[in-house]
């Protein structure tokens, strides 16, 4: 048990570690596409400071809606990346034609499920941020409608489940322990913690979702030595 755990981990670290190459080696689109998220986190951080708000379900909202389509970006270059394409920004975007609306429904719909899991019980919120991880994922590989989005991801994680949330823990664990360092400085240092939130959007996003199409590779390769059938 206590080797299985160990070994799984060590997969977390290699998906990290390969994530991690792969954004250093094409640094430039991710760099354009997080310069986007830094610029939308000031404009978002400017609209709830003049509207005097600072909800986190406005934030949410704002992050589904408007953020979507870099994140939508970042994952076609993602994608682009692991399936060793010419990296093309340009084409990046333009096949997120006629997938918005349907990427922002399951966004919603995982974000409601999630909160709402959390909410209620811990554990039913770990479940649903687990098995609706790749739903966004698919929809940028082709499938259709929402339904087909979410099964296909709860199908893919279904006999990997702890691998997935052990590298997904990993993955949120990099972009929140910086997070809180930000936050733990900012009574002290208001203009540095705001300067290293920004470069912290600026990188992490990007690297979240190259993070997912790596994993989702990784795993695909986990589950063929598990001769789990897709």
């Known amino acids: ?17 390969t994530a ?19 610029i939308l986190n000031e ?15 406005i934030a949410l909202v704002v992050n589904i ?30 096949d997120i034609r006629g997938k918005y609306l349907l990427y922002i429904s399951v966004s919603l719909l995982s974000a409601f499920a999630i909160v709402t899991g959390f909410f209620l019980l811990i554990l039913p919120g770990i479940y649903f941020v687990t098995v609706f991880y790749f739903a966004d994922l698919y929809v940028m590989m ?20 702890r691998q997935v949330f052990l590298c997904l823990l990993l993955i949120v664990c990099l972009i929140l322990i910086p997070m809180a360092i930000c936050q733990n400085i900012q009574s002290q240092h208001l203009l540095l913690s705001k300067i290293l939130m920004l470069i912290l959007s600026i990188f992490a996003a990007p690297f979240a979702s190259l993070g997912k199409v790596v994993l989702h590779e990784r795993v695909k390769k986990i589950k063929n030595k598990l001769m789990i059938k897709e």
């Open 43 to 57: 404009l978002t951080n400017a609209m709830m400071s003049i509207f005097n708000t600072g909800s986190f379900g």
């Open 65 to 94: 809606f408007v953020s979507s389509f870099l994140t939508m970006a970042a994952l076609n270059v993602s994608l682009q990346i692991v399936r060793q394409e010419k990296v093309n920004l340009g084409r990046a975007f333009s």
């Open 20 to 38: 991690g190459k792969l954004y250093l080696a094409n640094w430039y689109p991710f760099l354009i596409i997080g310069l986007g998220f830094g």
């Open 142 to 161: 082709g499938k259709n409608t929402t339904m087909d989005a979410f099964k296909s991801s709860i199908h893919f994680v279904k006999g990997v489940f």
């Open 1 to 17: 048990m206590e080797e299985g755990i160990s070994a799984e981990i060590s997969e977390a670290v290699e998906t990290i570690k």
